[in-house]
């Protein structure tokens, strides 16, 4: 069900995808001109289908950086999400 719904917003509003620190580290081309890129973590036990983040911009090499499970793009904006019921 949940991928279902996943799949359903993906395909009408195309949101970044974190990529996995695990998977690779952020090259310098997609960091700020100070070598900063947004690093973050899920604040919930869904993983990355969370819809709470936790974002902070930080250097790529920054052992701070390095604790964090995500990263995006510098390019990327931080998106307002509400949630209503």
Known sequence: MLDN???W????????RPIALSDRRPPAQ???AEGRCWF???LHPTGIY???WS???KHRHSSLAQQELY???ASVRRLPVRITS
């Open 40 to 42: 973050g973590k899920p």
């Open 5 to 7: 719904i996943i799949n």
């Open 30 to 32: 997609d960091c700020d």
């Open 9 to 16: 917003i993906d395909a009408r509003l195309p949101l970044p």
């Open 55 to 57: 974002w902070d911009l």
């Open 71 to 73: 990263w995006l793009p």
């Open 50 to 52: 969370s819809m709470y």
